[in-house]
């Protein structure tokens, strides 16, 4: 019997630290086919986003996918992330999270897309650079 994959309670677990504790949590996040993100704001067949609860509505991070809705350019926008597709998820004020291997099948090949990728009004935080890092969080 296969047991469900841990990824879905890591990454609630991450999103429910940094929001304890004042941090802004980010999510790094493969773009392909499966994902619905807004792709003018996909760079390199990624999208960093911020999934604060101040930030975004009716959020829910279930054991398959994640879903919200943010504003981008002032316009409310659907948005839908199969867990697999999750990179990282991190505290945009001090890098602190979790790094994943993303399940992604092909990246979407997004050239002279626009290079921010965060919500209006949001600095975007630079993404995780090389290798995925595991950080212990204490």
């Known amino acids: 019997?296969?047991?469900?994959?841990?990824?879905?309670?890591?990454?609630?677990a991450i999103h429910q630290w940094?929001?304890?504790n004042g941090f802004t949590p980010y999510?790094?996040?493969a773009v392909d086919a499966r994902t619905r993100v807004p792709r003018e704001h996909v760079r390199d067949g990624q999208i960093v986003l911020n999934v604060d609860y101040?930030?975004?509505?009716?959020?829910?991070?279930?054991?398959?996918?994640?879903?919200?809705?943010?504003?981008?350019?002032?316009?409310?926008?659907?948005i839908a992330i199969p867990?697999?597709?999750?990179?990282?998820?991190?505290?945009?004020?001090?890098?602190?999270?979790?790094?994943?291997?993303?399940?992604?099948?092909?990246?979407a090949d997004t050239p002279g897309a626009p290079e921010s990728g965060a919500p209006e009004g949001e600095p975007e935080p630079p993404p995780p650079a090389g290798r995925p890092k595991l950080q212990r969080i204490k």
């Open 83 to 107: 867990i697999g597709n999750v990179a990282a998820i991190y505290a945009r004020e001090n890098g602190a999270g979790m790094a994943f291997e993303p399940e992604s099948d092909s990246p």
């Open 27 to 29: 999510l790094a996040v």
């Open 18 to 20: 940094c929001c304890d």
């Open 54 to 78: 101040e930030a975004t509505g009716n959020l829910a991070i279930a054991n398959d996918g994640i879903t919200f809705q943010a504003r981008f350019g002032g316009v409310a926008r659907d």
């Open 1 to 12: 019997m296969d047991l469900p994959s841990t990824k879905p309670y890591l990454i609630r």
